[in-house]
Nanobody, 116 residues
Framework: QVQLVESGGGLVQAGGSLRLSCAVS????????MGWYRQAPGKQRELVAH???????SYPDSVKGRFTISRDNAKSTVSLQMNSLKPEDTAVYYC??????????WGQGTQVTVSS
């Protein structure tokens, strides 16, 4: 059973920082690419950071230079460091893994609220 559990969300003022973590179990973590997504009210879920099994990272322009994704294969965790947060970053943040079968598994989500 693949499980993902996010933590670290909360309320922060604009310009502040938060660090999200996602603990993964039930799969060979080191072999999987991981992604962080977010979904704001009334909007589609969007990718905000991706890291391959080899550690290569990619970001959309909206968060590039502010967000950093990292992974700790020994602890089976993936993290998202978010700096210079803006009110438009307010959303529920999810981590996702796609295992070797092609099936995606999602965490339950963690709320990030950035006040102006």
């Amino acid at each position: 059973q693949v499980q993902l559990v996010e933590s670290g969300g909360g309320l922060v003022q604009a310009g502040g920082s938060l660090r999200l973590s996602c603990a993964v179990s039930g799969t060979r973590f080191s072999a999987n690419a991981m992604g962080w997504y977010r979904q704001a009210p009334g909007k589609q879920r969007e990718l905000v950071a991706h890291i391959t099994s080899a550690g290569a990272t990619s970001y959309p322009d909206s968060v590039k230079g502010r967000f950093t994704i990292s992974r700790d294969n020994a602890k089976s965790t993936v993290s998202l460091q978010m700096n210079s947060l803006k009110p438009e970053d307010t959303a529920v943040y999810y981590c996702k893994v796609r295992i070797w079968t092609g099936v995606d598994y999602w965490g339950q989500g963690t709320q990030v609220t950035v006040s102006s």
